[in-house]
């Protein structure tokens, strides 16, 4: 905040970066970046200041940031599942079952779901462009029974299915993951599951991509580990 964005340099960002890299992961750092970059592009495009270049173009980054290959291994959801709380276990089965983010989960409502085609509307989305999705037959079975549990009132205006904030779902799956032993496991890794998993089913890119809303198909590749034992059947 104390140096003007005109004698703002790559130096000062990657004195920035080194410092915040000693706290946090290189995504977050890379994600921090981003939203400034962004910043800085409506002030030169649409603010009209005068600023040659967008000095964030001009970070370099070491080839360190490996992306997660994180997915269930033998055992580790049904233990998920048996440990969960019964609302964590409907919200653990529908994100494993249709890829969807951890804030599109928690947003969704009983008029998003379209029962007799099977489908979920996702309105809002992190890329701005709202998709609907096919809902697995364990998918539509969680979120009938939340739906059961969570109706007992009715209330005036309606609300999402899964009454928890997102840093209320983050502690709780933080403290359900150390009771059993899967500490290295985060939420996210749900979706990489799921997304791996319509690929195991069959599914093209183009379809996969339909579902999870990814735009950028190598970013969805990044997000793709199938198990080879999945391809046996298959190759016969």
Same mark, same amino acid.
């Given at each position: 905040?104390?140096?003007?964005?005109?004698?703002?340099?790559?130096?000062?960002?990657?004195?920035?970066?080194?410092?915040?890299? =000693?706290?946090?992961?290189?995504?977050?750092?890379?994600?921090?970046?981003?939203?400034?970059?962004?910043?800085? $592009?409506?002030?030169?495009?649409?603010?009209? *200041?005068?600023?040659?270049? $967008?000095?964030?173009?001009?970070?370099?980054?070491?080839?360190?940031?490996?992306?997660?290959?994180?997915?269930?291994?033998?055992?580790?959801?049904?233990?998920?599942?048996?440990?969960?709380?019964?609302?964590?276990?409907?919200?653990?089965?529908?994100?494993?079952?249709?890829?969807?983010?951890?804030?599109?989960?928690?947003?969704?409502?009983?008029?998003?779901?379209?029962?007799?085609?099977?489908?979920?509307?996702?309105? @809002?989305?992190?890329?701005? =462009?709202?998709?609907?999705?096919?809902?697995?037959?364990?998918?539509?079975?969680?979120?009938?029974?939340?739906?059961?549990?969570?109706?007992?009132? *009715?209330?005036?205006?309606?609300?999402? *299915?899964?009454?928890?904030?997102?840093?209320?779902?983050?502690?709780?799956?933080?403290?359900?993951?150390?009771?059993?032993?899967?500490?290295?496991?985060?939420?996210?890794?749900?979706?990489?599951?799921?997304?791996?998993?319509?690929?195991?089913?069959?599914?093209?890119?183009?379809?996969?991509?339909?579902?999870?809303?990814?735009?950028?198909?190598?970013?969805?590749?990044?997000?793709?580990?199938?198990?080879?034992?999945?391809?046996?059947?298959? @190759?016969?």
């Amino acid at each position: 905040g104390a140096i003007p964005l005109c004698d703002l340099t790559p130096a000062h960002l990657a004195r920035f970066r080194d410092e915040r890299l =000693k706290l946090v992961q290189p995504q977050t750092v890379k994600r921090d970046l981003s939203v400034l970059s962004s910043a800085i $592009n409506t002030a030169i495009i649409e603010w009209n *200041i005068p600023l040659k270049m $967008n000095p964030v173009s001009m970070i370099r980054w070491k080839k360190t940031d490996q992306p997660r290959d994180r997915r269930f291994e033998d055992g580790e959801e049904s233990r998920l599942l048996d440990h969960a709380t019964p609302s964590m276990a409907r919200m653990i089965t529908v994100a494993v079952e249709t890829a969807v983010r951890r804030s599109e989960l928690l947003r969704i409502k009983r008029s998003h779901i379209n029962f007799s085609k099977q489908t979920l509307e996702i309105g @809002l989305t992190k890329t701005g =462009k709202p998709r609907t999705i096919p809902l697995s037959s364990r998918a539509l079975k969680a979120i009938k029974e939340q739906l059961r549990a969570s109706e007992k009132v *009715i209330p005036i205006e309606e609300r999402p *299915i899964f009454q928890i904030t997102g840093s209320c779902l983050f502690k709780d799956f933080q403290k359900l993951r150390e009771e059993i032993g899967m500490i290295d496991f985060r939420w996210h890794d749900l979706r990489h599951e799921a997304t791996s998993r319509l690929f195991e089913k069959g599914l093209n890119t183009m379809e996969v991509a339909s579902i999870t809303g990814h735009e950028d198909l190598k970013m969805l590749k990044r997000y793709t580990h199938i198990k080879p034992e999945s391809l046996v059947a298959r @190759l016969g």
